[in-house]
C-alpha cells in the first residue's frame, strides 16, 4: 500500500502583546522607506475539528467565517474562540460544491455554489452554478441561476462585496457584476490581464476602506500585477504598479484585510498597505513571536488580533 502524506492543519490566534515599542534596530532587507516600529505578538493555538480547511477565513467583526467541504460556518468573537461553538451557516448536497463566499458591511452573505466534474487529469473543474445572496440570520434575499459562470482553475478567491449591495465574482472570461437585487450589470473584461502560465491564478482581495483588487499571478506565489476595481457606475480595472514597487522579493503573498492588503515577505515580516501614504508598514516579524513565516492564510479580526492559520505536511 501506498504511503501517503497526512496534511496537518493548525491556527494560531496572535494578541499583541505591546505596540509601538521603539524603532527597529536593523531596517529589514528590502524594507518600503518608511517609518516602522517593531511589534511583538503573543500566540494561542486554537483547536480544530479534524477536516480539510480551504484558505478561507473572514470576518465582520462579530463572527470569524469559514468553509469546509461543502458547508459554511461561523464563530461568535464575544469571548473565547472555539470551534464547539461554531454554527452552521449554509451547506449544500449531492454534486455541488460550495466554490466561495463573500461578507459585506451590512452583515449579508454572498455564496457561490457550483457543479464539480473532474478533467483527465483528475484536476476540479466547476461548470455554472448559483449565486446566493441572504441576510446574517439565514433569509435569503436571492439565488440567482448563473449556467453559464465558470470560474477560473487555480483561483480560492471568486467573490468580493461591494458598496450598495454590489458583489464581483471573477469567471474565466472576466469579472461580473451583480446589484443588490440580484440584476446583472456589467462585465469587467480581464481580456490581457490573466495569467499567462499553467500555473498561474488570479483572485479577488479586498483591502482599506472596501477597495477590490484583482491580483493576477503568473506562478504559485509572486504576484504579476495587480489591479483595483474603480468607477461606481462603470466599474474598471485600474493598474496599481505602486502596491508592488516596493517589493522585489522573489516570494511574497497577499492577504486580504479591512485595514489594508496584507503582505508576507521573504525578510520574514509582514506588512499592510495604507492607501493614504501609499507605503507598506510592517506588522511583526514572525521570528519575535517564534512564528513560522510559511503561513497560509493571515486574518485580521481587531487592530490588535491576527487570526494565523498553518498547513503542513507529514
Given at each position: 500500500?501506498?504511503?501517503?502524506?497526512?496534511i496537518?492543519?493548525?491556527?494560531?490566534?496572535?494578541?499583541?502583546?505591546?505596540?509601538?515599542?521603539?524603532k527597529?534596530?536593523?531596517?529589514?532587507?528590502?524594507?518600503?522607506?518608511?517609518?516602522?516600529?517593531?511589534?511583538?505578538?503573543?500566540?494561542?493555538?486554537i483547536?480544530?475539528?479534524?477536516?480539510?480547511?480551504?484558505?478561507?477565513?473572514?470576518?465582520d467583526?462579530?463572527?470569524?467565517?469559514?468553509?469546509?467541504?461543502?458547508?459554511?460556518?461561523?464563530?461568535?468573537?464575544?469571548?473565547e474562540?472555539?470551534?464547539?461553538?461554531?454554527?452552521?451557516?449554509?451547506?449544500?448536497?449531492?454534486?455541488?460544491?460550495?466554490?466561495?463566499?463573500?461578507?459585506d458591511?451590512?452583515?449579508?452573505?454572498?455564496?457561490?455554489?457550483?457543479?464539480?466534474?473532474?478533467?483527465?487529469?483528475y484536476?476540479?473543474?466547476?461548470?455554472?452554478?448559483?449565486?446566493?445572496?441572504?441576510?446574517e440570520?439565514?433569509?435569503?434575499?436571492?439565488?440567482?441561476?448563473?449556467p453559464?459562470i465558470?470560474?477560473p482553475?487555480?483561483?480560492?478567491r471568486?467573490?468580493?462585496?461591494?458598496?450598495?449591495?454590489?458583489?464581483?465574482?471573477?469567471?474565466?472570461?472576466?469579472?461580473?457584476?451583480?446589484d443588490?437585487?440580484?440584476n446583472?450589470?456589467?462585465r469587467?473584461?480581464?481580456?490581457?490581464?490573466?495569467?499567462?502560465?499553467?500555473?498561474?491564478n488570479?483572485?479577488?482581495?479586498?483591502?482599506?476602506?472596501?477597495?477590490?483588487?484583482?491580483?493576477?499571478?503568473?506562478?504559485?506565489?509572486?504576484p504579476?500585477?495587480?489591479?483595483?476595481?474603480?468607477?461606481?457606475?462603470?466599474p474598471?480595472?485600474?493598474?496599481?504598479?505602486?502596491?508592488?514597487?516596493?517589493?522585489?522579493?522573489?516570494?511574497?503573498?497577499?492577504?486580504?484585510?479591512?485595514?489594508?492588503?496584507l503582505?508576507g515577505?521573504?525578510?520574514g515580516?509582514?506588512?499592510e498597505?495604507?492607501?493614504?501614504?501609499?507605503?507598506?508598514?510592517?506588522?511583526?516579524?514572525?521570528?519575535?513571536?517564534?512564528?513560522?513565516?510559511?503561513?497560509s492564510e493571515v486574518?485580521r479580526?481587531?487592530?490588535?488580533?491576527?487570526?494565523?492559520?498553518?498547513t503542513?505536511?507529514?
Amino acid at each position: 500500500m501506498k504511503n501517503f502524506s497526512k496534511i496537518l492543519y493548525r491556527l494560531l490566534l496572535l494578541a499583541s502583546l505591546f505596540t509601538a515599542c521603539g524603532k527597529a534596530d536593523e531596517k529589514p532587507p528590502d524594507a518600503p522607506a518608511a517609518e516602522e516600529a517593531d511589534y511583538i505578538y503573543v500566540s494561542k493555538e486554537i483547536s480544530a475539528p479534524a477536516g480539510s480547511y480551504s484558505n478561507s477565513f473572514q470576518t465582520d467583526g462579530g463572527y470569524l467565517y469559514y468553509s469546509m467541504y461543502s458547508a459554511l460556518y461561523r464563530i461568535p468573537l464575544d469571548g473565547e474562540i472555539s470551534f464547539d461553538n461554531r454554527q452552521l451557516v449554509s451547506t449544500v448536497s449531492g454534486d455541488a460544491l460550495l466554490t466561495g463566499y463573500t461578507l459585506d458591511d451590512g452583515g449579508d452573505i454572498y455564496l457561490l455554489v457550483q457543479n464539480i466534474s473532474y478533467g483527465t487529469d483528475y484536476s476540479a473543474v466547476y461548470r455554472g452554478g448559483t449565486l446566493i445572496r441572504q441576510t446574517e440570520t439565514g433569509d435569503k434575499i436571492y439565488e440567482l441561476a448563473l449556467p453559464d459562470i465558470h470560474t477560473p482553475a487555480n483561483s480560492s478567491r471568486c467573490l468580493a462585496a461591494g458598496k450598495e449591495g454590489q458583489v464581483f465574482l471573477l469567471a474565466e472570461d472576466g469579472i461580473h457584476v451583480f446589484d443588490a437585487e440580484g440584476n446583472f450589470l456589467t462585465r469587467i473584461s480581464t481580456d490581457g490581464c490573466k495569467p499567462q502560465d499553467q500555473g498561474g491564478n488570479e483572485n479577488l482581495l479586498t483591502g482599506e476602506a472596501g477597495r477590490i483588487y484583482y491580483l493576477v499571478c503568473n506562478d504559485y506565489s509572486s504576484p504579476s500585477a495587480i489591479y483595483e476595481i474603480t468607477g461606481s457606475g462603470t466599474p474598471q480595472l485600474t493598474r496599481r504598479d505602486e502596491i508592488l514597487n516596493d517589493i522585489d522579493d522573489l516570494r511574497f503573498t497577499f492577504f486580504s484585510s479591512s485595514g489594508g492588503l496584507l503582505c508576507g515577505r521573504e525578510d520574514g515580516s509582514l506588512y499592510e498597505y495604507s492607501e493614504s501614504d501609499t507605503v507598506w508598514h510592517q506588522v511583526l516579524r514572525w521570528q519575535d513571536s517564534s512564528l513560522s513565516m510559511d503561513v497560509s492564510e493571515v486574518t485580521r479580526l481587531t487592530p490588535d488580533t491576527l487570526l494565523v492559520y498553518y498547513t503542513s505536511y507529514e
